[in-house]
């Protein structure tokens, strides 16, 4: 059984570029949450994707965005680099049986650099 | 608002010790999920536990164990007999059962560091 996978490891932008971030959910789980994890505090919730639309949003602008594929893969879209933006983007994927309470297990996360 | 509070930022102990780390959290929902994570130096989040407000009984798994307190909202978790291995971030999560969106509210997280 294939874990959630996400690419890149590293990522190094600059202030104002536009960044895509890459997600493979684990076998058998249709449904994908993406955090952002700045550096010593908790992951928080961007969004998560069922069936591919958007099921719920956190406090993140709009310039954060996503899709998720037929395969249910996810990309999370970042459009106007700010640097506070620097961080640690972990994606974590669930088999949606029921709302909102299904375990979510996360991948390895890719840490993005805003200079 | 629902919140997560994990009080020590930082525990070290040295091996074969035992250490407990707090969580309280705060939810005005009657149905609820409370979840410890792992994270290690490379970053992955590691799953450890589930527990639903429901079942208040306490688990053992190896040298894990919890204690879920409804009375005091806690959900402690204690590892005996230390090992180096276990030093990592440990992350306590809570999702409502109102929630449809999965929305995990972490706290802040607990560094744990064991010494040989």
């Known amino acids: 059984e294939t874990g959630v996978t996400q690419s890149p490891t590293h990522l190094i932008k600059t202030r104002g570029q536009q960044v895509t971030l890459r997600c493979s959910s684990q076998s058998g789980h249709n449904t994908v949450s993406w955090y952002q994890q700045a550096l010593g505090q908790g992951p928080q919730f961007i969004f998560q994707y069922y069936r591919e639309e958007e099921n719920g949003r956190g406090n993140f602008p709009p310039r954060f965005s996503g899709l998720q594929f037929p395969n249910y893969s996810s990309e999370l879209n970042v459009n106007a680099l700010e640097l506070d933006d620097s961080a640690l983007y972990l994606c974590?994927?669930?088999?949606?049986?029921?709302?909102?309470?299904?375990?979510?297990?996360f991948g390895p996360g890719t840490r993005l650099t805003v200079l | 608002a629902q919140k997560v509070t994990q009080a020590q930022t930082e525990i070290s102990v040295v091996e074969k010790e035992d250490v407990t780390l707090d969580c309280v959290y705060e939810t005005r929902d009657t149905t609820y999920y409370l979840f410890w994570y792992k994270q290690p130096p490379s970053g992955e989040l590691v799953f450890l536990i589930r527990r639903n407000s429901f079942d208040e009984q306490n688990e053992i798994s190896g040298r894990y164990s919890w204690n879920f307190q409804k009375s005091t909202s806690s959900f402690n978790f204690t590892i005996t007999a230390s090992q180096v291995v276990d030093s990592a971030v440990y992350f306590c999560a809570l999702i409502d059962g109102s929630s449809n969106t999965g929305k995990l509210i972490f706290g802040q997280g607990t560094t744990l560091q064991v010494k040989p």
């Open positions: 974590a994927s669930s088999p949606k049986d029921r709302a909102g309470a299904d375990t979510q297990y």
